[in-house]
């Protein structure tokens, strides 16, 4: 099973991905973007040059995901896969910058995916409070660095974009005590449908 663990900065992530590894020490642990060889070369160019065109943007986004779903996911989907982050982070950014339609985004990324996304997605939600005082806590990257409005759009554009693109999901907040955010998690995991 494809799972997919979403969330803005500061959300958790890492933190529960690392409880997850130990849970399962069989699961095929991946991220996107950069999870492969060329995926690290296209996220340097990402981070390191000044891409002007956000279609440019997008479509080396494209590249690093169907590498990441033909070379990781793909040969992998008899087992368990835990994806921090995935088409679904993808889609948000991209809906975000407001250059493209949800529709479009997620026919970009069928044919991206080769259909391939996750089984089950989790958000790690962060209210303006919580995140503002983990904000306040760590030097800004990039991203974060566009302000607390501007996550707080991701984070709703992440559950939309599940949404759209069918994958269960399920939202917990990131305040909650790690232990009990990694029980939700591992439940909603093993949960039969």
Do not use: W
Not at 81 to 109: K, M, Q, T, W
Not at 123 to 140: A, F, G, N, P, W
Request: hydrophobic share 40%; charged share 30%; glycine share 4%.
């Amino acid at each position: 099973m494809y799972i997919a663990i979403e969330g803005i900065d500061t959300a958790g992530k890492s933190t529960q991905i690392k409880a997850l590894s130990e849970k399962y020490p069989d699961a095929i642990i991946t991220k996107e973007p950069g999870a492969t060889r060329l995926g690290t070369k296209l996220r340097e160019i990402v981070l390191f040059s000044e891409i002007k065109s956000p279609v440019a943007e997008l479509l080396i986004f494209l590249a690093d995901r169907a590498e990441h779903i033909a070379e990781v996911v793909e040969p992998n989907l008899d087992k368990r896969i835990i994806s921090d982050r995935s088409v679904i982070s993808g889609i948000a950014y991209a809906d975000v910058v407001g250059h493209f339609e949800i529709d479009r985004l997620v026919e970009l990324n069928r044919f991206t995916c080769n259909g391939v996304f996750p089984k089950k997605a989790v958000v790690l939600k962060l209210s303006r409070d919580e995140l503002t005082y983990r904000l306040s806590q760590k030097e800004h990257d990039k991203i974060e660095k566009r302000g607390i409005d501007y996550l707080l759009e991701i984070q709703d554009s992440l559950i939309k974009a599940a949404k759209a693109l069918g994958v269960e999901l399920l939202e917990i907040d990131a305040s909650l005590d790690i232990n009990e955010i990694t029980n939700k998690i591992i439940n909603f995991i093993e949960e039969k449908k």
